[in-house]
């Protein structure tokens, strides 16, 4: 199985503050690597596919990057709805597998 | 929009059975490959299993393999998971999710809660 490996594992900022979650895959993979945040009592909600690939009504502040094994999820300017959990997830090889998650708190 | 609903959860024995079902509208379903993935409490999400949009073609994690069996009714819009041998560590959250191309869960149901437990 394909390990996926998020850092940092919880983080605090302030709003309009820039974010950044990293996540490492164990093997190199093409560009199926998406990003979903998760709201506390909400189901996941799917933000960027295909590594940079914005969701249909996704807020434009968030961004993917990256290739090979290391991949970025950037909030350019953190809004308060922006406080939540985030997932990588490959979808490269069965099983698809997630990242442990960065949960993202008020500082 | 695309809805899916999940139903089915409830407390059971260890060693116990359960389905889960997941209603789906406002798209095709028919065209759409179907995945369950869940979450412990308090913890990530881990993929479950999946199945083809005809149905003929089906995975699981290593976790369940032998004892869930995913299935669906494309005539009713409906995806199923039938559970079975029910270990303490199953509990969890289990949602529906869809495969919206591009291989990437574009929509999620809101959960039905299975519970291990004597």
């Known amino acids: 199985d394909i390990q996926m490996t998020q850092s940092p594992s919880s983080l605090s900022a302030s709003v309009g503050d820039r974010v950044t979650i990293t996540c490492r895959t164990s093997?190199?993979?093409?560009?199926?690597l998406n990003w979903y945040q998760q709201r506390p009592g909400q189901a996941p909600k799917l933000l960027i596919y295909d590594v940079s690939n914005l969701q249909s009504g996704v807020p434009s502040r968030f961004t993917g990057s990256g290739s090979g094994t290391d991949f970025t999820l950037t909030i350019s300017s953190l809004q308060p709805e922006d406080f939540a959990t985030y997932y990588c997830q490959q979808s490269y090889n069965i099983p698809w597998t997630f990242g442990q998650g960065t949960k993202v708190e008020i500082k | 929009e695309v809805h899916l609903v999940e139903s089915g959860g409830g407390v059971v024995q260890p060693g116990g059975s359960l389905t889960l079902s997941c209603a789906a509208s406002e798209f095709t379903f028919s065209n759409s490959w179907m995945y369950w993935v869940r979450q412990a409490p308090g913890k990530g999400l881990v993929w479950v299993s999946r199945i083809s949009s005809d149905g003929s073609f089906t995975n699981y994690a290593d976790s369940v393999r032998g004892r869930f069996t995913i299935s669906r009714d494309n005539a009713k819009n409906t995806l199923y998971l039938q559970m079975k041998s029910l270990r303490a560590e199953d509990t969890a959250l289990y949602y529906c999710t869809r495969d919206g191309g591009y291989r990437k869960f574009d929509y999620w149901g809101q959960g039905t809660l299975v519970t291990v437990s004597s």
């Open positions: 093997q190199s993979m093409s560009n199926y």
